[in-house]
Every structure is written in structure tokens, then in C-alpha cells.
């Protein structure tokens, strides 16, 4: 069974920093490509970005509003992916849940991941003083 | 502020069939895949459809897919009162560089 565990948030003041953790198992962590996306209270998923397996150079990439203080990285030996969050606003207020893309496709663009399966249950991240 | 938009709400009556559109643009919607996931109150979401119209193993097919130009839609048959959460579309903008979602439309099973 595939799973991604999330941990890590919890009540933050604003300007803190926090690491959020995805325990992976159930598929080949080191062959996939792990995303993070956010979703506040009463609104849509907000995508943060993701990082790609050691094959691609574990490359990274953004959303446009999260290039700076959002930084993903990975381990392959525990299966674990990480979200680093720094200088936390309040509208980082959200639960953040780590995903596994569904089949890559490769364009003119480049390789899209554009759907994800399965969800776990996130973790909540609260920035308030 | 959403790229691609949803009604914010729908509602019909159980077994009746409702239909929730997402509206995009060229660098989304229309050349690229569109999924749909469900999230039910006080859940996470769940893979509906993806790839415009496909629908993963244990969705039942009174869940269907379409899209035309730069609009997609989710079509819900035989409607149930289980049936009752947020529906959220998602797909690829190649001028962002990056998985947008919509903002999510309510159904009410009356």
C-alpha cells in the first residue's frame, strides 16, 4: 500500500522557520519525483513545488510565490522527502500534504507532473503570535 | 485568486446528475491534462479523475471526465447523499510552470 506520512507542523510564530517531514513507503521512493502542496482553511490546493528523483539531479522547482523562503529536499536512504519553511507569514497558515505524481509526461516543455494519487492526511502548520 | 475558475457551489437531488465545470485558458486547460479530486468534510483529497477523462482503479463510474477547448467537467451520476463535498480540478499552466488548482465547488445533495 502506498503511503506518505506528513509530520512536523504545528503552532509557529510569525518569522519562525519549519521543517516538515514525509515518511514514504509502499513504492520506489528513489525512482519518484515527490511534491508538496498546501491547502488553507476553506480554499483550494495551492502547489508549492517538488524535487525529482537523483536520475533527474533531484531538481528542484517552485511556484512563483514560494521561490525563496520554501526549500525541498530529500533522502533516499530513509525514504523521507523535507519541506524547510522560513520566515513564516501567517498566510503560510495551511496543511501541507507531500504527494506522489502520477505518470510523468514528457512534452516540448519538459516533463509534466500534473496529478497526484495518493493523499495522506497532511500536517498542519499554524503561524500566529 | 485562482487561473482556473469553478462554480463556487452546485446542488441536485440524489440520483439526479450534476455537472461542475472548470474554466482555464490556453496555457492550461486546453493543452493540458485535467484531473479531479474529491474532498470530503474534514478529509483529504481524493483522486477522482485524471488525464481528462481517466478514472483510477475503485472510482466508481458514476464519475466521468470531459473537456473541450479550455473548460473541463466533472459529471456525477446517480447522485448520493455520500456524494456531498468539494470538488477541486487541477492541471499544468506552461506560462507559470506549475500545478494549478481551482478554488473548489460545494455539492449539496438536496
Known amino acids: 500500500e502506498v503511503q506518505l506520512v506528513e509530520s512536523g507542523g504545528g503552532l509557529v510564530q510569525p518569522g519562525g522557520s519549519l521543517k516538515l517531514s514525509c515518511a514514504v513507503s509502499g513504492f520506489s521512493f528513489s525512482l519518484s519525483a515527490i511534491h508538496w502542496v498546501r491547502q488553507a482553511s476553506g480554499k483550494g490546493p495551492e502547489w508549492v513545488g517538488r524535487i525529482r528523483s537523483k536520475a533527474d539531479m533531484y531538481a528542484t522547482a517552485y511556484a512563483a510565490s514560494m521561490i525563496g523562503r520554501f526549500t525541498i529536499s530529500r533522502d533516499d536512504l530513509t525514504h523521507t522527502a523535507y519541506l524547510q519553511i522560513n520566515s513564516l507569514k501567517s498566510e503560510d497558515t495551511a496543511v501541507y500534504y507531500c504527494l506522489r505524481p502520477g505518470v510523468a509526461r514528457i512534452t516540448n516543455s519538459g516533463v509534466i507532473e500534473d496529478w497526484f494519487d495518493p493523499w495522506g492526511q497532511g500536517t498542519l502548520v499554524t503561524v500566529s503570535s | 485568486q485562482s487561473v482556473l475558475t469553478q462554480p463556487p457551489s452546485v446542488s441536485a437531488a440524489p440520483g439526479q446528475k450534476v455537472s461542475i465545470s472548470c474554466s482555464g485558458s490556453?496555457?492550461?486547460?486546453?493543452?493540458?491534462?485535467v484531473s479531479w479530486y474529491q474532498q470530503l468534510p474534514e478529509t483529504a483529497p481524493r483522486l477522482l479523475i485524471y488525464e481528462d477523462d481517466q478514472r483510477p482503479s475503485g472510482v466508481p463510474d458514476r464519475f466521468s471526465g470531459s473537456k473541450s477547448g479550455t473548460s473541463a467537467t466533472l459529471d456525477i451520476a446517480g447522485l448520493r447523499t455520500g456524494d456531498e463535498a468539494d470538488y477541486f480540478c487541477g492541471t499544468w499552466d506552461s506560462s507559470l510552470s506549475a500545478v494549478v488548482f481551482g478554488v473548489g465547488t460545494k455539492l449539496t445533495v438536496l
Open positions: 490556453s496555457s492550461n486547460i486546453a493543452n493540458n491534462f
